[in-house]
């Protein structure tokens, strides 16, 4: 196995990383956004009324998304476990 399956087998990992953390990074993202903009155009500097509703979507969008990200990482495990068992 050399240098170049090894950083091909890091790049992986990162993309998977990315697909399973980034829909719900991204609803975060949006939520907060949106929240701000909602905050700055009323005047309202409540901080739970920005925290409140971002936790909510946020452990609602991950309840959603779970079988997703399940199913991404098992794929990933499972590719280098055989990727493993191959150099054995």
């Known amino acids: 196995m050399g240098f170049d399956a090894n950083v091909e087998i890091l790049r992986m990992a990162f993309w998977q990383i990315i697909m399973a953390a980034g829909p719900v990074l991204a609803i975060a993202l949006a939520v907060g956004l949106t929240i701000g903009i909602i905050q700055a155009a009323t ?3 409540e901080m739970t009324l ?3 509703p971002k ?3 946020v452990l609602v969008s ?3 998304l779970a ?3 399940l199913i991404r ?3 990933y495990f499972a590719f ?3 990727r493993i068992s191959t150099l054995g």
Do not use: R
Request: hydrophobic share 65%; no cysteine.
């Open 43 to 45: 005047s309202i500097n």
């Open 50 to 52: 920005s925290f409140v």
């Open 55 to 57: 936790l909510i979507i």
């Open 62 to 64: 991950f309840a959603l």
């Open 67 to 69: 079988n997703f990200m």
């Open 73 to 75: 990482l098992t794929d």
């Open 80 to 82: 280098i476990f055989d």
